[in-house]
């Protein structure tokens, strides 16, 4: 969607190195959702984030709705192979929102051992 | 808990023909909506519904028809199929949502759909 741009596209690390992925919108965002798919799988819901400056954490990942709302990170912590995978971020948008959850485009992400 | 089911899981189409994907839930979810996921475009929104006879159109909702006669079903109908539609369809639901109430969205396990 062009409403809600992830960068990178795409992320070669090597095993155990931190990394950083964006989520980010001119709109303010409203319940943003961090899911992860591994290739030819379903999702996996990792966070949701609702409030300016809300930061959650499971395991090693770390995500952070900034104080604008306006855009999101997700962190990973000493990579490994099994965080291999695509990176969804999602979001309502706007006053009077009822019911449009809009993703980005994805984050692919390989870890080499 | 099932929790969200789509069926088929597999389905071949030969252009012009029409098909519906199933999807269903068992958890009284009043918002479930319709995603197709192409490679390097992320999950686009194809239709929505807020609740039992309420839908609305998404980012991509040509060539798609939906229905929500009943909390449980949404399905999703391709009227005339058409190779542009090969793709992996997911469904999900969840608690209601809005501005201020957003909850987990579930996800099927996704139908793969190609059309020749």
């Known amino acids: 969607s062009q409403e809600l741009e992830q960068s990178p596209q795409s992320l070669i690390v090597q095993e155990g190195k931190n990394l950083t992925i964006n989520c980010t919108s001119s709109?303010?965002?409203?319940?943003l959702y961090w899911y992860k798919q591994k290739y030819g799988e379903g999702l996996i819901f990792l966070m949701m984030?609702?409030?300016?400056?809300e930061e959650k954490s499971h395991e090693k990942i770390t995500a952070k709705l900034d104080e604008k709302k306006q855009q999101s990170s997700l962190h990973i912590t000493a990579s490994q192979p099994s965080h291999a995978g695509i990176y969804l971020c999602?979001?309502?948008f706007g006053s009077g929102n009822t019911g449009k959850l809009i993703f980005g485009q994805g984050t692919t992400l390989q870890v080499k051992p | 808990n099932a929790g969200v089911t789509q069926t088929p899981k597999f389905q071949v189409l030969k252009t012009g023909q029409s098909m519906t994907l199933q999807c269903a839930q068992d958890?009284?979810?009043?918002?479930m909506s319709w995603y197709r996921q192409d490679p390097g475009m992320g999950l686009r929104l194809i239709h929505y519904?807020?609740?039992?006879?309420?839908?609305d159109q998404g980012e991509v909702p040509n060539g798609y028809n939906v229905s929500r006669s009943t909390t449980e079903d949404f399905p999703l109908r391709l009227l005339s199929a058409a190779p542009s539609q090969t793709s992996v369809y997911f469904c999900?639901?969840?608690?209601?949502?809005?501005?201020?109430?957003?909850?987990?969205?579930?996800f099927g396990p996704g139908t793969r759909l190609t059309v020749l």
């Open positions: 999900a639901s969840s608690q209601t949502l809005g501005r201020s109430s957003y909850n987990e969205q579930f």
């Open positions: 709109k303010t965002l409203y319940g």
């Open positions: 984030l609702q409030k300016g400056g």
């Open positions: 999602g979001a309502g």
């Open positions: 958890m009284n979810h009043e918002y």
């Open positions: 519904s807020v609740g039992a006879g309420i839908t």
